[in-house]
């Protein structure tokens, strides 16, 4: 909390220097005041960690200061200074949420010790909120409200914060590695998210990009150069395509697994690490460790703990939340004004296969931003729908508005802004399809 000072609000001017000075000498950044109207009013620039106050003030008393303040952050700790007689008023105030006071006269150390205690104590509340934001934001990576992809949401949920590690099995184009990344965004660790695909590597540099080299290791090692697994030190270590890796460096990766070290190309000693590690496969890891293509030991040590991502095909539902959200991000990109669609069109999408998953959605959702055609090849309703094009098209449009009410939690003005449509419209569209808006905003 080094880079926010503490306010001190003290009317008595010496008192005031003397407080700023003990608390200076203790390397804590302080600012004082001599009443609790400039204290306000500085708050407008300026974010203290902890508020200091006398609780007899001319003006606002520390009391009325402290009911203000708790309306600006009901986090930031408050200490009272008492005079003989207010301990009374202090009690109230322990009450309606101050975290300590302590009473006139009182020695430097005394200060300097209850300060101390409040900005850990704030530095604990910042650190929870942190964490707060970047579980919500890792897990808000992950569109779609298919049962699937609330099944994983919550999974990343459970297991990011635990440390284990994971294998994600999908096919290509499916996700993994958004996953992969929401997870470590989850997780709350503070080093890099170090990402590997391990089928675009040549196996010649395989075995030093990844557990690097020490300086004449071979030729043309001319320094040390520190591998993937330690830079990903303190942070997640994403290895896409897991199967391509090489069988003998899979022993090595193992023995890093199970003792959490690395020995570099050429080196005889070994180097603590910790990081988490996130595996992705687009094959049965199974199948090919029984086949002899895969090591059947570090399978089963990646095993422990498996997310299962289905093809988009499978989760035709989340495409229309996909498709908006791509266009968003498109029309920012490209600079274009947001591109529109029927439901003809969103019929299509829907009824599409995805043999490139999300990935080929998103080259779709390019495309169609910058007033390309879709290029997709006609597609055929969904084997055995047994539906005509309006009827297909009637319920793609209804799974669109339904799927847009859960995202927005059933208020009307944010699904037309997401669907793009007028307000009017969307409520037409509502009545036609018999869909009651107050069911999603449980």
Known sequence: MADFPVFLVEDDAAVRKGCEQALSIADIPVRGFADGE???AALASASPALVVSDVRLPGRDGLTLLRELRQYDRELPVLLITGHGDVAMAVEAMREGAHDFIEKPFPSERLVAAVRSALEKRALIVENRQLKERLGHGINQIVGQSPAIQHIRRLVATLAPTGVDILINGETGSGKEVIAR???????????????????LPETVFESELFGH???????AGKRRIGRI??????TLFLDEIESMPLNLQVKLLRVLQER?????????????DCRLVAASKTDLKAASAAGQFRADLYYRLNVVSI???????????I??????????????YQRPPATWTPADLARWTAHDWPG???????????WALGLPDALTSSAAPAGSGLSLAEQVDAAEKRSIENALKSCAGNVAQTAELLQTPKKTLYDKLTKHGIVAERFRA
């Open 38 to 40: 400039s204290m306000l």
């Open 182 to 200: 929401a997870i470590h965004e989850a997780s709350g660790r503070r080093g890099p998210f170090v990402a590997i695909n391990c089928g675009a």
């Open 214 to 220: 020490e300086a004449g290791a071979f030729t043309g």
């Open 230 to 235: 330690e830079h990903a030190n303190g942070g």
């Open 261 to 273: 070290s690395v020995e570099r190309l050429g080196s005889n000693t070994t180097t603590p690490v």
């Open 308 to 318: 299962d991502l289905p093809p988009l095909r499978e989760r035709r539902d989340d």
């Open 320 to 333: 229309p939340l996909l498709i908006a959200q791509f266009l968003q991000e498109a029309a920012l990109r």
């Open 357 to 367: 998953n999300v990935r080929e959605l998103k080259n779709v959702a390019d495309r």
